[in-house]
């Protein structure tokens, strides 16, 4: 069993930035090997992939977010950060932390213009 927490949203304007996190409680064994992912969702769309990192740091990214956004994972802490940097309007959404089949319930970040 495996619990997500989300934090760190917020209004923020265009051309600013937040740093998200995602701080994961439960089985070290399930947190630590697996990779974990940031979603989000916007109202009226799909939830999507914004990016993931493996349990070896391995990084990967929706194309929209490369070289805007980071993420990072502190195993000691069982932490994993999105950095977001040149906010826009469009990056307004839901932001969802994943691990296998868990979610956490999210955290809002809007972006004005």
């Known amino acids: 069993q495996v619990q997500l927490v989300e934090s760190g949203g917020g209004l923020v304007q265009a051309g600013g930035s937040l740093r998200l996190s995602c701080a994961a409680s439960g089985s070290f064994f399930i947190i630590n090997a697996n990779a974990i992912s940031w979603y989000r969702q916007a109202p009226g769309n799909q939830r999507e992939l914004v990016a993931t990192?493996?349990?070896?740091?391995?990084?990967n990214y929706a194309d929209s977010m490369k070289g805007r956004f980071a993420i990072s994972r502190d195993n000691a802490k069982n932490t994993v950060y999105l950095q977001m940097n040149s906010l826009k309007p469009e990056d307004t959404a839901v932001y969802y932390c994943?691990?296998?089949?868990?979610w956490g319930q999210g955290t809002q970040v809007t972006v004005s213009s």
């Open positions: 994943n691990l296998k089949w868990y």
């Open positions: 990192i493996t349990s070896g740091g391995n990084t």
